[in-house]
């Protein structure tokens, strides 16, 4: 198919296709004549994920570019697939942010401890955690270890429903491609859940 039928069909304009081959986002099509490149139904399904990492999941190019050579190499286990999208998460969301005190890495390793969770000290997430205990100190609201421990407790639940989903797809490429979005999406999904419950657990007690 030619470019403006992949444009159509995946909602993406020719130019912003162009841009991604060059950034090495979408492989390049077929050339099929000398003005004439040719296009099939891998670059559209390409095109919707690179478009759900960036708009939805708010990537920069170059954390979706990682993410997504991650993806294509098939002799990466799934976990390492799995790390590359975590760390690319985190390195948008810590750019520019302060290095988080020793007192609030205590206070992560303590809520860490107390889920049971193993094997989490060089996990990016510790980092990302650091940082919003230190963020509420400073905002002079240093939250309480019950908080955080529910916190934890609801992201526990989340994490499950992340793993069952992917154990429920056979196809080995399939299961990986779930993760990585998966990982991606499930922030703003989490986001998204959160403010609608917000809003409903205000409206239950009148405050």
Sequence with gaps: MLISQVSQLSGTPAATIKYYVRAGLLHAGARSGENRTSY???HVERLRLIRALLEVGK???SSATA???ALDDTSKPIAET???AQNA???DAVADVSEPSDESFERADGVIDR???K???DNVGRRILAQAIDGFAKAGHTMSDEYLDRYAAA???VAAADLDAVGAISDPSERTELMVVGTVLGDPLSIGLRRIAQAHRTSERNL
């Design 115 to 117: 889920a049971g969770w």
């Design 89 to 91: 998460l985190a390195r």
């Design 40 to 42: 099939d139904e891998s």
């Design 59 to 61: 990537l920069s190019v």
């Design 119 to 121: 094997d989490c000290r």
């Design 155 to 157: 992201a526990d639940i």
């Design 82 to 84: 799995f790390e590359v």
């Design 67 to 69: 993410v997504l050579a």
